[in-house]
């Protein structure tokens, strides 16, 4: 079993019984006690789940406060670059492209500073920087960054009423939205009502609303709901999700795109890689 999709059972478990013991879990999953330690210390230094004594719970607080960005960008990098490569398929040269703020969102502006004569909305610091310079220095800057205002967050987001604003005039083709967190009843979530306002705004701009949440959002819930399970025309994710999480997602979101991590083979330029089949609701 990947690491990822363990650790996404391991949150599982915790959110359905509240609380679970090392034993069980080894158990269940079919490995050591000191590996599911290590699992443990990973997602509690996440702020995941909370360490107790002999297991796991959920964590007292469910998200309240923004982690600032540089804190996150390193967690599940796998994860974010197979998701983020998997979701650049859908933007061709020439789009109006929303981006809000968080890291897996970064991880595709990324791979999106080779597509010519994009432009670029956001309201995220960090992936404006992104776009401050092309990509290779050999080639021409074909792109138009335009950043909102307002106020900024710890996870270097400008939020509020004149990021609103400033979104309501504008079209974009597509959005993509980062999220910290999403569940079956919460949907998705974010730890700012300021934040949450700005990336229904977001998604208000562009024609397809598409999320990208790594393996280890599932089960989290945070302050405050930005968009319900069915709101969106896409959500992308990792093959860490545990089958029980597939199945409600693949049941309530219109179009789930699953991605495997590390699977991917690149011949003549062309990735070439395995997916969940997608599935549209409309």
Known sequence: MLVSRRRSRIIEEARRRGAASISLLADELGVSPMTIRRDIEALAAEGLVDKVRGGVALPRATGSGAQAFDSRKGRMPLEKRAIARRAARLVKPGMAVALSSGTTIWALAQELRSVPELTIVTNSLPVADLFARPARADEPYTQTVVLTGGVRTPSEALVGPVAVRTLEHLHCDIAFLGVHGMDISAGFTATNLL???????LVAAGGEAV?????????????TTILDLNDVDRLVTDDGLAPEARAELDARVRELWVVPVGTEIVVDDVDIDEFAPTRARR
């Open 195 to 201: 934040e949450a306002e700005t990336d229904r705004a």
């Open 211 to 223: 999320v990208l949440a790594d393996s280890a959002k599932w089960g989290i819930v945070g302050l």
